[in-house]
């Protein structure tokens, strides 16, 4: 089965949702990330970063599929690794703009901090 993204919805951007049913889904998923932050600063550094590097790749490569383009994840990943100072595992820079992924990474950051 195809992923139906938000913007296809036929309601689209006009929301309706269950507030009783989302907020116990929502302190789940706060519980949860909770618990991923408690073991990842059990992990060393070197892991620690490397799971963001991974985690922004597949941040990128999905919001792009979304808007329609299509990227390699692992030049999405040279990329993210190079911006943030990482072993990109020996892969070539995959020449996707800084400021792109500057953008995107504090976008990121903004949305998980929040």
């Known amino acids: 089965m195809l992923a139906v993204y938000i913007h296809e919805l036929p309601d689209w951007p006009n929301f ?3 507030y009783n049913a989302l907020v116990v889904k ?6 949860k ?10 992990i060393g ?7 963001v590097v991974q985690t922004i ?14 990227l ?3 030049h999405v990943r040279s990329s993210v690794a190079q911006h943030m100072g990482v072993d990109n595992g020996g892969l070539p820079p995959a020449g996707i703009p800084m400021a792109w992924l500057k953008c ?5 950051v903004t ?3 929040n």
Do not use: H, Y
């Open 16 to 18: 309706q949702w269950d």
């Open 26 to 31: 929502l302190a789940n998923v706060r519980f």
């Open 33 to 42: 990330q909770g618990k991923l932050i408690g073991e990842m600063k059990s």
């Open 45 to 51: 550094f070197s892991l620690q970063l490397e799971a």
């Open 57 to 70: 790749t597949q941040d990128v490569v999905k919001s792009s599929e979304i808007e329609g383009q299509i």
């Open 72 to 74: 390699n994840p692992d």
């Open 104 to 108: 995107f990474w504090t976008q990121l």
């Open 111 to 113: 949305i998980t901090t």
